[in-house]
């Protein structure tokens, strides 16, 4: 799939799911998904991850994605791995963005879900993780106390 898509389609969509990453990691509600299940043994939202994601990717396939929130509403309810009203409303709030997600992204069931609630071990997300790598050989220029500002009285 990647060896058709342009290098720019390519680059836009890893900066469209980067943007998303960043939203979803700066939003108070998503936070408050995150913090109730906290208590709750990790394997069990990420089962409920890979049971959701391979089935909105059905929903995207056959182009039914208006039926996402019910389909996922439902195992709101069946599962039941937190308070039935945070996750019915995540859906309702996260559902666009997570069809975009689904997609635009390359990225496998477990990986998604490893993006989303640190499912499994890291896996190697280029656009997300990079190394810094600051040169050796250059020394630290020398420390010096902070000066106050010059002030001209005139």
């Known amino acids: 799939m990647v060896g058709n898509l342009s290098y720019d389609h390519t680059q836009e969509s890893f900066i469209k799911l980067a943007n998303y990453r960043h939203s979803f990691e700066h939003s108070t509600n998503f936070k408050r998904i995150r913090w109730s299940l906290r208590h709750r043994y990790n394997k069990a ?22 039926h996402a929130e019910n389909v996922v509403n439902g195992f709101c309810r069946e599962f039941k791995l937190i308070d039935v009203d945070v996750c019915i409303g ?16 390359n990225y496998n069931n477990k990986q998604l879900c490893a993006l989303a609630f640190n499912c499994y ?27 106050p500002p010059q002030v001209n009285y005139q």
């Open 45 to 66: 939202y990420c089962e409920f991850c890979d049971l959701v994601v391979p089935v909105v990717r059905l929903l995207i396939e056959a182009n039914q994605t208006t």
């Open 90 to 105: 995540a859906v309702h709030e996260y559902k666009d963005a997570v069809i975009e997600v689904i997609s635009l992204s």
């Open 121 to 147: 071990k890291q896996f190697d997300y280029p656009i997300i993780t990079w190394n810094v790598t600051f040169p050796h050989d250059k020394p630290k220029p020398p420390s010096q106390p902070p000066q």
